[in-house]
C-alpha cells in the first residue's frame, strides 16, 4: 500500500499539490474496500464536513489517473473505487445484490482466446460479472 509520501511525491514530480481532501479521499477508499463516490464523500465528510462531492470526484479522477485507485462498475449505479493494489474480478449477483471476489487469473483462458482471435488485452480488474449467488440459486424463494 502505498503511503502519503508517496502520493505527495507523485503529486510533486507531475506538478501538482498535495491537498488534504485528497489524501482523506484516498484513505477513505483504502478503509471501504469497495466504495462509490457518495459513500466516499460521506466518509471524508465525517472527517472535514466542507468536502462536497464535486471535489470527491476530482480527487477520484485525479488518483485514478495517478494509478492510485480504480473503478469498475458492477450495476447499472455508479462506479464502485478500489484500491491499486485491489485486483480482482467482481461477481455481482442481480437478486440479493452480494458482491463476491476471485482472481483475475480465472479469466486468464478467455483473455488469452480474446488477444488471439480479436487482438483484444482485456483488464480483469476492471470487471463486474453479473449473475446470480449460489445462495439466491439454491433459496429462489429468499429473495
Same mark, same amino acid.
Given at each position: 500500500m502505498r503511503n502519503q509520501g508517496s502520493l505527495r511525491?507523485?503529486?510533486?514530480q507531475r506538478g501538482m499539490r498535495m491537498t488534504p481532501q485528497r489524501q482523506l479521499v484516498l484513505d477513505a477508499v483504502r478503509e471501504l474496500g469497495h466504495a462509490?463516490?457518495?459513500?466516499? *464523500?460521506? !466518509?471524508?465528510? =465525517?472527517?472535514? @464536513?466542507?468536502? /462536497?462531492?464535486t471535489t470527491v470526484y476530482r480527487s477520484l479522477d485525479l488518483l485514478e489517473q495517478l494509478g492510485l485507485v480504480r473503478h469498475t462498475h458492477l450495476g447499472h449505479g455508479a462506479p464502485t473505487y478500489s484500491a491499486d493494489e485491489h485486483e480482482h474480478v467482481h461477481l455481482v449477483c442481480h437478486h440479493c445484490g452480494a458482491i463476491d471476489e476471485v482472481p483475475c487469473e480465472l479469466l486468464d =483462458?478467455? @483473455?488469452? +482466446?480474446?488477444?488471439?482471435q480479436r487482438g483484444f488485452a482485456l483488464d @480483469?480488474?476492471? +470487471?463486474? +460479472?453479473?449473475?446470480? *449467488?449460489? /445462495? *439466491? !440459486?439454491?433459496?429462489?424463494?429468499?429473495v
Open positions: 511525491s507523485t503529486l510533486h462509490t463516490p457518495e459513500q466516499v *464523500c460521506k !466518509r471524508v465528510q =465525517g472527517t472535514a @464536513a466542507t468536502v /462536497n462531492i =483462458g478467455l @483473455a488469452d +482466446l480474446l488477444a488471439e @480483469a480488474s476492471h +470487471l463486474g +460479472l453479473s449473475g446470480t *449467488c449460489r /445462495n *439466491c !440459486r439454491e433459496n429462489p424463494t429468499a
